[in-house]
Every structure is written in C-alpha cells, then in structure tokens.
C-alpha cells in the first residue's frame, strides 16, 4: 500500500518518517505551504507533489495530517477529485470519527488513525513515536490492512468503533490536558500558602513524576498511595475545609475516582464513610 500525506505539520513528519524508515511505502507530501512539503519530502526521503491531484494518482491511501478543523474542509476539496475514488482517505485526529468521510458521491473508504501521543517536534518526536499506542476505525474492507502496516512497523494498535470516538477522545483529554489542571490546582495551594509559582511547579516536580512512572510501571491501582487509598477520613475532611470553593471541586471529583480506585486495591476495606464525605 503506497501512502501519501496532505499536511507537512508536526504530525504528517513524525508518521511519514517512521514509516519510512519501517520499511512502508510513502509516495510523499502535499501541502498548502509548499515549503513544509518540500522540507517533509527531504526529511523522509520521498517525494514533493504541487498539487493534491498529483499526489492522489501516486497513491493507494491519502492520510490528512492538517488540523481538526481543516478536515472536512480539504476533504471537500479532494472529494472532486475522480482520481480518489476508490481509494483510502485517513485523518489523524483524536476527536472526529471517520464519519466525515462519508458525504461523497464517488466511494472512497474512510478511516481515522489516532496516535495516543504528544508529537512536540517534527524532526524528532518519530524517534520515540514507536511507544505511541494506536487506535484505528472506519471501513471494514482495509482496516485489518491498515492496523497490520502500523504493527508491522512496531507500534501497538487498536481497533474501535466510530460510535464511540468523542468517548474515547474524552478519556485521552483526562490522561493528559486534565492533569495540567489538577497540577495548576495544586500550584494554587502552594501558592496560597505564601510559595511564589515557580517555586511552588518546582517543590511538586518530582512527586509528580514519580507517581506519572509508578503508574506506568506497576499500574494505577498498584500504584494508588494517601489518605483515601488509607481510609483516613478525618485527612480528606480537613483537607475540604481548608480549600476554597473552586480548588475543593476539582479535589472532590478526583476524589471520587480514586475512592474507586481504592476500592479495587482494597476489596475489604469498609469505605462508607468517605464515600459519604464525597457525596458519592
């Protein structure tokens, strides 16, 4: 399967060269800064195509590396395109499914391709894009294709269903762009207590990221320490009383989810008490 990529940003560089360097197909790159197509042809050793038609013909898959909210509109554009029919028309994005691809007159076989990844750095991030885990869905005819070029070339992968992307994009924004509120939630306690905010980002550091590995290694439950992990209701109590308003919401909610947590850990612990405390 040859593959070529409309969009040369950060995320159309990383998966181009990775699999290139896997050993998959890549025709090359089309771009509307034509200057970042040229320079992702020459970073991946493929080719620079001027217009989208061209790169199209050269191509069995067309994966759109542009931002959410260019999708449909370059898809609209392509769509015109007799040379696409047929042919496999991926995205990148966590949050829309497939199903934008759907509104076309002549066939074409949808599919979005999610990395579970922060790509930070165009020339670089494809060096450590092998630990990205992989969600794919759309078209039953080459999904199994597509989740085997992608395994082939090292990485995990996931198949879903369209129905239940928003779900799952949700669950992606907790594991990553929530916990910078929860950690900006702590820095305000910190900074409450009379520490300036870099002092404060600096003092939660390393508790941060020791509990980030621990849960990478051993797990969440495993990993699970505190007062509620404890059962010390009293701790969690005067914790509530000593926050304000907005901070002990976001510290209950969480609080919530770690109750469950604890519980698992914990099958014979009688948690009643602080689940009451929680409202839960």
Do not use: W
């Amino acid at each position: 399967m040859r593959i070529g990529f409309i969009g040369a940003g950060r995320v159309g560089f990383t998966m181009g060269k990775y699999l290139k360097l896997s050993g998959a197909d890549i025709s090359g790159y089309y771009s509307r800064n034509a200057e970042h197509a040229k320079d992702a042809a020459v970073f991946t050793d493929t080719s620079f195509y001027e217009n989208a038609e061209d790169l199209i013909k050269s191509s069995d898959a067309v994966i759109l590396t542009v931002s959410d909210g260019a999708i449909r509109t370059v898809f609209d554009e392509i769509k015109t395109y007799p040379e696409l029919a047929g042919k496999i028309v991926c995205h990148t994005s966590g949050s829309l499914s497939s199903s934008v691809f759907e509104d076309t007159e002549i066939q074409v076989y949808g599919y979005s391709i999610h990395p579970i990844y922060a790509v930070s750095d165009r020339y670089a991030s494809y060096k450590e894009f092998s630990k990205a885990y992989l969600t794919i869905e759309g078209h039953e005819k080459y999904l199994n294709d597509l989740a085997d070029i992608f395994k082939s070339a090292g990485m995990r992968v996931g198949i879903m269903d369209a129905d239940n992307k928003t779900k799952y994009h949700a669950s992606c924004v907790m594991a990553s762009n929530l916990v910078c509120g929860l950690y900006a939630g702590a820095v305000e306690l910190l900074k409450d207590c009379g520490f300036e905010k870099r002092q404060a980002e600096e003092m939660l550091l390393e508790l941060f990221k020791a509990n980030a590995d621990g849960i990478a290694e051993r797990g969440v439950v495993a990993q699970l320490t505190g007062p509620i992990d404890r059962n010390d209701v009293k701790t969690v109590e005067a914790h509530l009383a000593s926050i304000g308003p907005d901070v002990r919401s976001l510290y209950v909610e969480a609080s919530k989810q770690v109750l469950k947590v604890a519980r698992e850990k914990n099958p014979d612990k009688d948690y009643s008490d602080m689940a009451e405390l929680l409202n839960y």
